[in-house]
């Protein structure tokens, strides 16, 4: 089956800008949550959706932004983007929680 | 505040040995622990799910045991190879308040042949 398929794969963007980020998780799986990746910090908890709700949500500002739609595709949006926003973003999607993530290949952001 | 604590140093271990990494955390009472592997460039790959409850979990070469007293897990990878070369993350599950996830910076492993 499919995996977790995120789109672009690497951006491109000017400061100030915005941003918009894709992830189709696998078919059947509800959950889809995503994070931001950077070498210093690691994996850091951006939000979590499930079935359209924010379930959860990270220690981001209010620029960091997403939803899900009624097909489980989740969208992130930054905007205003800064130089720090630069960093591997992750989507991963589970069936339930207490099965692992099963991760995208993430989206490679550059704020120049 | 919640803690989780990898070895950021790199393991190097000749092939055939038994590599052991280690995730220790505090100020947390996870319901479950997962261990993850990375390649540079790629987004983690799930490998194994320890409950609170269980002490120890295998899955071919790879075995993990959780230690809710000492607030640590220990992840061995047996008969080790250069393709287990990666980062392996852990990530802690809290069944309480929010659930949500707190993964460890990871430690990278090299495996020489």
């Known amino acids: 089956k499919a995996g977790v398929t995120q789109t672009p794969r690497y951006l491109i963007k000017t400061r100030g800008q915005q941003v918009t980020l894709s992830c189709s998780p696998i078919?059947?799986?509800?959950?889809v949550s995503w994070y931001q990746q950077t070498p210093g910090q690691g994996l850091q908890f951006l939000f979590e959706?499930?079935?359209?709700?924010?379930?959860n949500k990270g220690n981001f500002p209010g620029r960091f932004s997403g939803r899900q739609f009624s097909n489980s595709r989740s969208e992130m949006n930054v905007s205003t983007l800064e130089l720090g926003d630069s960093a591997l973003y992750l989507c991963?999607?589970?069936?339930?929680?207490?099965?692992?993530?099963?991760f995208g290949s993430g989206t490679r952001l550059t704020v120049v | 505040s919640q803690k989780i604590e990898q070895n950021s140093e790199a393991l190097n271990i000749q092939e055939g040995k038994t590599a052991t990494l280690t995730c220790n955390y505090t100020?947390?009472?996870?319901?479950?622990l997962q261990w993850y592997r990375q390649d540079p460039g790629r987004g983690p790959v799930f490998l194994l799910l320890?409950?609170?409850?269980?002490k120890e979990k295998r899955k071919e070469r790879l075995k993990v045991t959780f230690d809710t007293t000492l607030k640590q897990s220990l992840f061995h990878i047996t008969a080790s190879q250069p393709a287990d070369s990666a980062t392996y993350l852990c990530?802690?599950?809290?069944?309480?308040?929010?659930?949500?996830?707190?993964f460890g910076t990871g430690t990278r492993l090299k495996v020489l042949a």
């Open positions: 100020n947390y009472s996870p319901a479950y």
């Open positions: 078919s059947g799986h509800r959950s």
């Open positions: 991963a999607s589970s069936f339930t929680r207490d099965y692992g993530y099963t």
């Open positions: 990530a802690l599950v809290s069944s309480s308040g929010t659930y949500k996830y707190i």
């Open positions: 320890i409950r609170e409850n269980e």
């Open positions: 959706y499930f079935s359209e709700t924010q379930r």
